[in-house]
């Protein structure tokens, strides 16, 4: 009695994450005032790290999978917070937000508990005294290279969250994570291409493929802030979503909306208008990012 309980528990939070919640959010349902994911997986972190993690990633007291080994009094917290986001008792940004702050250990506190790390206040004082470029690294280095094409206005703050958020993360492997670090220099209302990417990698950088750069993007934990949906087929056509891929896909749909809100078209034939942006070795930012967090960037 006590293994079928286990499992009803496992097959309603299942189907409670993975199906109702993202229609919740795909329709905008009014029970949340905004509705910062839409993928499942990202409701899955951020309820996990909630419910289960509490004050650290869920992964650091459950091996995952998740459903799998949450014991009852998880699966039941997990669900009952579910709950609460789908009637709106409780609020999805602000619980977004706290699981991204939990997985980047990111903010005021780090700046001043790893200055060796991120030696900010020297490097923004100088900043400040001419036009500003939005150059983010003085939040993490205190001897950059500078840029190579100046910037007219900084990033988004989720962005920024993110990058930092991301190069914590040891889960995940250095090129991963470089790789969703790089999706967050794909300015929105453009596009690119599993194989631009690539390219600029092999380089600039090391030898890649566009397989690699697509095996990265899988399972984004940040979509959309990180904009996996801006990266197409070589071919212009729509490619791979939350692990399907062609115009048939479960998400194709959901992709194309994405790229619709930010201005992207396709034509009749369900191509891409326009160029893929390929101009990553612009920005010096980059090859910053590579070699903290795979090492030296020179070829």
Request: hydrophobic residues 35%; aromatic residues 8%.
């Amino acid at each position: 009695m006590a293994t079928h309980d286990l499992t009803q528990l496992q097959e309603k939070w299942s189907a409670f994450y993975k199906d109702e919640l993202p229609r919740l959010a795909k329709t905008r349902g009014d029970s949340q005032p905004k509705w910062p994911v839409v993928l499942d997986h990202c409701f899955a972190r951020i309820i996990l790290d909630n419910a289960v993690g509490e004050d650290r990633p869920w992964m650091e007291r459950v091996r995952a999978p998740a459903t799998k080994h949450m014991s009852r009094q998880q699966l039941q917290a997990a669900l009952d917070l579910g709950r609460k986001i789908a009637n709106g008792e409780a609020d999805l940004n602000k619980l977004n937000q706290r699981s991204l702050e939990l997985r980047g250990k990111s903010g005021p506190k780090r700046k001043h508990a790893e200055p060796d790390r991120d030696t900010t206040l020297n490097v923004a004082k100088k900043q400040k005294k001419g036009p500003s470029t939005g150059d983010i690294r003085s939040h993490f280095f205190s001897d950059s290279p500078k840029m190579e094409t100046p910037r007219t206005t900084s990033p988004p703050p989720e962005i920024l969250q993110a990058r930092n958020t991301i190069a914590a993360l040891k889960d995940l492997t250095a090129f991963r994570r470089f790789a969703l670090v790089l999706l967050t220099y794909i300015p929105r209302g453009r596009y690119s291409t599993y194989g631009a990417m690539s390219s600029y990698i092999t380089a600039h950088h090391h030898k890649c493929s566009a397989r690699a750069i697509g095996n990265a993007m899988r399972n984004n934990p940040f979509a959309p802030t990180v904009p996996c949906h801006r990266v197409l087929a070589h071919d212009g056509r729509i490619g791979g979503f939350n692990g399907d891929w062609g115009e048939q896909g479960k998400h194709a749909a959901e992709k194309k909306r994405l790229l619709a809100a930010e201005g992207v078209t396709f034509d009749s034939g369900g191509k891409v208008v326009g160029e893929p942006y390929k101009d990553f070795q612009h920005d010096a930012e980059i090859a910053t990012w590579y070699d903290r967090l795979l090492g030296s960037s020179k070829k």
